[in-house]
């Protein structure tokens, strides 16, 4: 039979000190070690008084804006860092359960869920383009390739660090609740909590939280019945690459030389309401028939 992703390896130390243990070395090293350096970073270009009220976008011009990119990244990798000794020394196991319950991991998901959701991304930018949307063009040369660099080989390394602490070791973590979809909107919520400080939500308001909560229950979903992590990381990392490569704006966490700056002002545009309501639905339902999921395990009890 195979293992089910949700619960914890049947190899391995699970003991609820070993769980504390990995989860406030996590926090260590991404408020401790992987702060260090854009603190330095920051500090040794901008005055201490002066930082008070100081946008992202103008640190950015700063330091630099892929310098900048790099720096916000350091904190993630620092988690991944962690999480994979911890999982390795602590719960003394392979780190791959921690990505699939298959024998190895399925780049083909991974994929799939990066060229869809990739795709259905660049049909949205192309028809606010072709509606008139205020949005220019922002070729930098060789910036834009050196974002491109980052985005494509460190970047994902952000997305997967939120993706293996909401949908792999919390949700695992959370095995005392004996529904699974308990654990999908309890790991959901946090997710979409864990975005409050980002200035989107600033810039759009609370609303733009029941956008992360959705989201973070729909990568749930998908990685609960999927069996693994590999849909939800693809997902995740082509969302933000896009953010990052395609298009920007000067009020959202990611301030780059990507190919298009989009010059609206903050707002939870019909984008983000057909994303929610219209996009996932799809492709939680293409998933289900390529994959042939057993959807009454949505509501089932372990």
Same mark, same amino acid.
């Given at each position: 039979?195979?293992?089910?992703?949700?619960?914890w390896?049947s190899?391995?130390?699970?003991?609820?000190?070993?769980?504390?243990? #990995?989860l406030?070395?996590? =926090?260590?090293?991404?408020?401790?070690?992987?702060?260090?350096?854009? *603190?330095l970073?920051?500090?040794?270009?901008?005055?201490?008084?002066e %930082?008070?009220?100081?946008?992202?976008?103008? =640190?950015?011009?700063?330091?630099?804006?892929n310098?900048? $990119?790099?720096?916000?990244?350091?904190?993630? %990798?620092?988690?991944?860092?962690?999480?994979?000794?911890?999982?390795?020394k602590?719960?003394?196991?392979?780190?791959?359960?921690?990505?699939?319950?298959?024998?190895?991991?399925?780049?083909?998901?991974f994929?799939?869920?990066?060229?869809?959701?990739?795709?259905?991304?660049?049909?949205?930018?192309?028809?606010?383009?072709?509606?008139?949307?205020?949005?220019? &063009?922002?070729y930098k040369?060789?910036e834009?390739?050196?974002?491109?660099?980052?985005?494509?080989?460190?970047? /994902?390394?952000q997305?997967?660090?939120?993706? +293996?602490?909401?949908?792999?070791?919390?949700?695992?973590?959370?095995?005392r609740?004996?529904?699974? $979809?308990?654990?999908?909107?309890?790991?959901?919520? +946090?997710?979409?909590?864990?975005?409050?400080?980002?200035p989107?939500?600033?810039?759009?308001?609370?609303i733009?939280?029941?956008?992360?909560?959705y #989201?973070g229950?729909?990568?749930?979903? =998908?990685?609960? %019945?999927?069996n693994?992590?590999?849909?939800?990381l693809?997902?995740?990392a082509?969302?933000?690459?896009?953010?990052?490569v395609?298009? *920007?704006?000067? &009020?959202?966490?990611?301030?780059?030389?990507?190919?298009?700056?989009?010059?609206?002002? /903050?707002?939870?545009? &019909?984008?983000? =309401?057909?994303?929610?309501?219209?996009?996932? /639905?799809?492709?939680?339902?293409?998933?289900?028939? +390529?994959?042939?999921?057993?959807?009454?395990?949505?509501?089932?009890?372990?």
């Amino acid at each position: 039979m195979q293992a089910k992703f949700f619960n914890w390896p049947s190899e391995g130390n699970y003991k609820p000190w070993t769980v504390v243990v #990995t989860l406030i070395l996590v =926090i260590v090293a991404y408020l401790g070690v992987g702060q260090i350096p854009i *603190t330095l970073a920051i500090l040794s270009e901008i005055e201490l008084s002066e %930082l008070q009220g100081i946008s992202q976008r103008e =640190i950015a011009e700063v330091l630099g804006q892929n310098y900048y $990119l790099t720096l916000l990244l350091i904190p993630f %990798l620092a988690i991944v860092g962690m999480l994979y000794l911890a999982i390795r020394k602590i719960h003394q196991t392979r780190f791959l359960h921690f990505l699939t319950a298959r024998s190895r991991f399925d780049v083909k998901r991974f994929f799939m869920a990066f060229a869809i959701w990739g795709g259905l991304q660049l049909v949205i930018h192309c028809a606010l383009i072709w509606s008139g949307q205020p949005i220019q &063009w922002n070729y930098k040369g060789f910036e834009f390739w050196n974002l491109l660099f980052i985005s494509l080989f460190i970047l /994902p390394l952000q997305s997967s660090a939120e993706e +293996l602490i909401f949908r792999s070791y919390l949700f695992k973590a959370f095995n005392r609740l004996n529904y699974p $979809l308990a654990r999908v909107l309890l790991t959901g919520l +946090l997710f979409g909590l864990m975005h409050g400080l980002n200035p989107e939500v600033e810039q759009l308001g609370d609303i733009v939280l029941v956008y992360y909560i959705y #989201t973070g229950i729909f990568l749930g979903l =998908i990685t609960y %019945l999927d069996n693994g992590l590999e849909l939800a990381l693809g997902y995740h990392a082509i969302n933000n690459i896009f953010a990052s490569v395609v298009v *920007t704006n000067d &009020w959202q966490v990611f301030q780059t030389p990507a190919l298009w700056i989009d010059n609206r002002p /903050p707002e939870f545009g &019909w984008e983000l =309401i057909m994303s929610l309501l219209l996009l996932q /639905p799809l492709m939680f339902f293409v998933f289900s028939k +390529l994959y042939r999921w057993d959807l009454r395990k949505i509501f089932s009890k372990v």
